[in-house]
């Protein structure tokens, strides 16, 4: 396993003297290196952030151990030099990444982790480029200040200076937001490219249930800082777990249950878009 939790809890320091924000609790998790698409679902407030923020050692465990590739992560390793390793292997885009932006120009930014990881200045702005490019980000683009950019041009920058070094795991913190729905459709698409082509471990939170339907094959659920449910989507969401996790259901699902209800059907749950579903109509309704 790429990822392992063992026993994980993690207390943030409160406001006053010895309080505490327990944000984590009992934490057992695997996740393998390649293949797995998974989204971490859960309402605001439940433990994703704090959860994924462990995945690269960005924050270190209260009491339990994070293993990650060979390197174990306990309450104790807080100094622990090695972490550049890590990072290098699991790329994380924040959920905020006006705070991961800092050089003075967007291909600038983009090159940074390349360079960092000890790539060559050339072979980053190749590198560079081509994240970029993936991502759809105009040459206009590439040699204005990150901080002129409206906040989903940010996080298209943030997840192409990523991209750019080639992580073996890539953990993304509501990479959709702030996107319109057109391209929140796209950097999904470029991630399950990247999943399915190149079979990297992808791992994603978010509120958008239409895209952890379409896009993931294992759904982690938060609730009050626990793991609630892991399992495939169709299970979480043709169960009452997804209401105890208070989410949505896909809008896909949606309609099959109007239209079960409504001409008296008995539609499945394995449809993952509008075309399968006219397909299964017209099936049912010869
Ligand atoms: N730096 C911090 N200091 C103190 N408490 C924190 C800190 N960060 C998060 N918390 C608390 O830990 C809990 C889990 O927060 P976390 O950010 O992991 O939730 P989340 O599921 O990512 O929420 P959202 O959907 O709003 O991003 C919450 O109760 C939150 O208030
Ligand atoms: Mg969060």
Redesign the pocket.
């Known amino acids: 396993m790429a990822i392992s939790f063992r026993k994980v809890e993690h207390n943030?320091?409160g406001l006053k003297k010895n309080d505490f924000?327990a944000?984590l609790h009992n934490i057992n998790l695997d996740i393998a290196k390649d293949d797995e698409f998974v989204a971490v679902v859960?309402q605001?407030?439940?433990?994703?952030?704090?959860?994924v923020s462990h995945m690269n050692a960005l924050l270190l465990p209260t009491s339990g151990e994070v293993k990650i590739f060979d390197y174990i992560i306990t309450p104790k390793k807080r100094k622990n030099p090695k972490l550049k390793p890590i990072r290098k292997r699991i790329g994380f885009v924040f959920?905020f990444p006006e705070y991961q932006l800092f050089e003075e120009t967007v291909l600038k930014d983009i090159m940074f982790g390349p360079k960092n990881f000890g790539i060559k200045e050339e072979e980053a702005k190749t590198k560079a480029l081509q994240a970029a490019k993936l991502l759809g980000i105009s040459d206009e683009l590439l040699t204005k200040s990150p901080f002129n950019l409206s906040g989903g041009q940010m996080r298209k920058v943030a997840i192409a200076g990523i991209l750019a070094y080639n992580p073996d795991i890539l953990l993304l913190d509501e990479p959709t937001r702030g996107l319109d729905p057109k391209t929140a459709s796209e950097v999904m698409a470029i991630f399950n490219k990247i999943n399915k082509e190149y079979h990297k471990t992808i791992i994603v939170?978010t509120?958008d249930m239409n895209l952890v339907y379409k896009y993931a094959n294992r759904v982690i659920g938060?609730k009050d800082?626990q793991i609630h449910f892991d399992g495939k989507p169709l299970d979480l969401f043709s169960s009452n777990i997804y209401k105890e996790c208070h989410l949505a259901k896909p809008d896909i699902l949606a309609l099959v249950d109007y239209l079960n209800l409504k001409m008296d059907l008995n539609l499945g749950y394995d449809i993952y878009s509008e075309e399968e579903l006219l397909k299964r109509l017209k099936d049912v309704t010869k």
């Open positions: 943030y320091k924000v944000a859960g605001t407030g439940s433990g994703k952030s704090t959860l959920q939170i509120h938060m800082g």
